[in-house]
């Protein structure tokens, strides 16, 4: 089975979320405290059958401070085939729910289901003697073809349950489900420039994979030697992505071992140079330390990506708790890509911690998970709209939640000026079309040169202090330049090289530059006429001999469909239509491409 979403009730100050979706990469952000460590610590119940809270989990009630009396953690689970057959549905979602119970300690799996009225057909059969079931099947006259055979009489209880009239409720798991279970994994913060632990996490969890696997299984006489052989090989993988990060090691020495009473231990991680002695991590500096810690994150990609499975692989559910933590900003963004590599695999989604805005601009909207605390208790927010305007707030109480405002464009490699709103509402949607990302998450900033002067002198400050900057500007300003804040002599005047930094866009001007197949389609999709008839082609065609296209086509939208429209709203609605990165016009594919080279260039 796989969880694609779960929530929680009553633990810790998630005294009641939304649902939080478990997607190929989940991000989890939000302010200090705010709850994202108590969620990943809340999945866990969920999905480890011998997790138990303590009782200063339960949620503290504002009434009179006493703990509440239930927690409870619901996942909803897409079902496998085998899953379906065991539970006897045609159903591929089921809603599992574990709950705690403060006074008596006792906690139970049950599932959403059609339920008899009678509360003892709801408990696990397979669980209760036989005297009782019998006794049970009897009082109800349940006819039994063997009152000696207890899964036969299971299987008839079962069988006369779904012939009655039956009520939605809640039923007990089979404990073989429960077993079934996803795993989670937490690779905690603390750990983020501590190498070591980061290595011994790692192992523990490629320990119990192969102890796990069908080839181990029922050999426990034979199998310790060859799993510290292998285990050894998962170490060979690490020398030489330690030494791409770090160039003067020439070995690494850490032997893992185990037993069946420890489970997987491991010595200490020891490094040497050529010239020198071995490396004592617990005294180098933290450049030495971030250095390796990404080389640990590269090997565990390789790792994971090597774990033996067998038949329908289990879903694993890896969550990294802040790994950006006291890591710089290409660090961090090293970080993430790996990460994201490890969510590739087929059986594995990823939930990442982190505060940074670097992280969070790498994925889409839909799987960043906002965590905020009001008056003690947290409140999930996530956002189910590819609206701009949507968008555009969503980060902006997600950056003012962490306090950060227009200082985090200090952080971007390249910087983007654009002449007009036309383009701002197109090139991050282009941009995401042609990278999986939106440009922030490829560490480009896009400025709206409509700023006037200020973008004039903001740009030229930039490209003063060696930053990456490009323009995007209308192909006119070539001849008709004169009182534009980008004018070529502008630019030269501020130091700006036209060859290199400079992409001329359109005949005359970006919204040129799109062909009028690209238009009659985003016209036929997002601008449907008022009247109900349907876009010709030569409607826009026919207007680009006129002067200025743009002003032409945005009167022609506004009469036809009856309503304002906005420049962004336009730009916006042509790059959503184009379906393949080859039908971006070249000039602006181009210029996309260039800044997103300066962004991630060594």
């Not at 979320?17 to 939000?30: A, C, Q, V, Y």
């Not at 939106?438 to 002198?457: K, W």
């Amino acid at each position: 089975m796989k969880l694609e979403k779960f929530r929680v009730e009553g633990f810790r100050s998630l005294a009641s979320t939304d649902w939080i979706p478990i997607t190929k990469t989940t991000i989890f952000t939000g302010q200090n405290d705010g709850g994202k460590t108590s969620a990943l610590d809340a999945l866990a119940l969920l999905l480890e059958k011998k997790a138990v809270p303590d009782r200063r989990d339960f949620t503290i009630t504002q009434g009179d401070e006493a703990p509440a009396e239930k927690m409870t953690i619901e996942g909803n689970f897409n079902l496998a085939e085998d899953d379906r057959k065991e539970l006897q549905t045609p159903s591929s979602q089921i809603l599992i729910r574990r709950e705690f119970n403060f006074s008596s300690g006792e906690s139970s799996y049950v599932f959403k289901t059609m339920v008899h009225k009678d509360g003892r057909f709801r408990r696990n059969l397979s669980e209760v003697p036989i005297n009782e079931l019998t006794a049970l099947a009897s009082e109800f006259g349940i006819i039994l073809s063997s009152k000696k055979l207890k899964d036969l009489v299971v299987k008839e209880i079962r069988e006369w349950v779904s012939q009655q009239d039956l009520v939605e409720g809640w039923l007990a798991l089979p404990r073989t489900l429960v077993d079934r279970m996803p795993e989670v994994k937490v690779f905690e913060s603390a750990d983020a420039l501590n190498p070591e632990h980061e290595i011994n996490s790692t192992l523990r969890n490629s320990f119990s994979a192969r102890v796990r696997s069908e080839e181990y299984s029922g050999k426990l006489g034979e199998i310790s030697q060859q799993i510290e052989k292998e285990m050894r090989q998962d170490l060979e993988i690490l020398l030489p992505i330690i030494k791409k990060y770090c160039g003067d090691v020439s070995d690494v020495d850490i032997r893992p071992q185990f037993d069946y009473t420890s489970g997987f231990r491991t010595s200490r991680l020891l490094l040497r140079t050529a010239a020198g002695p071995p490396i004592d991590l617990d005294k180098e500096g933290e450049g030495r330390r971030r250095k390796i810690t990404l080389a640990v994150y590269e090997w565990r990609e390789q790792i994971f990506a090597s774990e033996p499975t067998t038949g329908d692989p289990e879903q694993l559910i890896l969550a990294f708790d802040e790994p950006d933590t006291h890591l710089d900003y290409l660090s961090q963004r090293k970080v993430f890509e790996i990460i994201k590599k490890i969510g590739q695999q087929a059986r594995i989604n990823i939930i990442v911690c982190t505060h940074s805005l670097n992280l969070i601009d790498r994925i889409p909207l839909t799987d960043v998970v906002h965590f905020e605390l009001e008056a003690g208790k947290t409140r999930t927010n996530t956002i189910k709209s590819e609206s701009p305007e949507l968008n555009d707030l969503f980060m902006y109480q997600i950056s003012d939640s962490m306090g950060l405002r227009n200082s985090v464009m200090l952080n971007e490699r390249c910087f983007l000026v654009v002449e007009g709103l036309t383009e701002m509402g197109a090139l991050p949607v282009l941009f995401t079309l042609r990278f999986g990302f939106s440009p922030q998450g490829g560490g480009v900033r896009i400025v709206n040169g409509e700023g006037g002067v200020g973008a004039r002198l903001f740009s030229k400050f930039l490209n003063d202090h060696k930053r990456n900057v490009l323009f995007m500007v209308d192909n006119d300003t070539k001849t008709h330049g004169q009182g534009k804040y980008f004018s070529p002599d502008s630019m030269t005047a501020d130091g700006i090289d036209l060859k290199t930094q400079v992409y001329f866009v359109g005949n005359k001007e970006f919204e040129d530059a799109f062909a009028d197949e690209i238009y009659l389609r985003a016209a036929e999709m997002y601008w449907p006429k008022h009247d109900g008839s349907h876009w010709q082609m030569d409607e826009f065609s026919s207007l680009r001999a006129k002067a200025d296209f743009s002003e032409e086509v945005m009167t022609l939208i506004r009469k036809s469909i009856k309503h304002p429209i906005s420049k962004p709203d336009v730009g916006y609605h042509l790059a959503k239509s184009i379906r393949d990165p080859k039908e971006i016009p070249t000039q602006i594919l181009n210029c996309i491409d260039q800044a997103f080279r300066l962004a991630n260039s060594d």
